[in-house]
């Protein structure tokens, strides 16, 4: 292998991992704004009084359960929701507990 080709080689890795780069950070804010919806349909983060995830469940605890849009949770991806009381089952799948990190971070 020649010098030039060499260059190409690296030129080609940098502008790949400069693409990765920017689809992550797109990912990222394309998460926070999924989120920030999410916590518009339970009726604001004054509505939230509490979180916890058990596998793909997201369970919220909340003030007013008739502030919450459930046809926008569903949305949003929620593979089903259950109300019990003042609280919520949403099954979200894999991205439950990053949810109940980010929805942490808000109160």
Known sequence: ?????????????????????????????????????LVGFLGGKDNILDTEVNMSRFKVTLK??????????????????????????IIFGPDARALKKYISQLK
């Open 1 to 37: 292998m020649d010098i030039t080709n060499i260059v190409r080689l690296v030129i080609i890795i940098a502008v790949l991992l400069v693409i990765s780069l920017v689809i992550v950070k797109l990912n990222h804010k394309n998460f926070n704004l999924e989120v920030n919806k």
């Open 64 to 89: 007013d359960v008739t502030k919450v849009d459930k046809e926008g949770i569903q949305k949003l991806g929620a593979k089903g929701i259950v109300e019990i009381d003042n609280q919520l089952k």
